[in-house]
């Protein structure tokens, strides 16, 4: 090995910048074109997701308001079961 200076390997390998290995530098303005979405492909893409969105929508919906009213429920319950329990200490239980 070959140092040169303060410690530093010699490397003689040429510089590679990605993008300049596949196309000349005069090129960069077609690899900037092919990289790009067409307005075709982003429209297609949004309106298939925003089919997905619409059809999972009420299913979610659905699933949410389940929840709340078995919430809702749990905590009523509670409620009344608290209630009677402290209507029997108060005044001294059903035996």
């Excluded at 010699?10 to 092919?34: C, G, Q, Y």
């Excluded at 929840?67 to 108060?90: D, F, G, P, W």
């Amino acid at each position: 090995m070959n140092f040169r200076g303060n410690g530093v390997p010699a490397n003689n390998a040429p510089l590679r910048v990605p993008f300049l290995n596949k196309a000349k530098v005069s090129d960069k303005t077609e690899l900037k074109k092919k990289a790009a979405f067409t307005m075709a492909e982003v429209l297609i893409t949004i309106s298939i997701i925003s089919i997905i969105a619409s059809v999972t929508k009420p299913q979610l919906l659905g699933h949410y308001q389940k929840k709340v009213v078995a919430t809702r429920l749990k905590r009523a319950y509670n409620i009344i079961a608290r209630t009677i329990e402290r209507s029997k200490v108060s005044y001294g239980g059903l035996s």
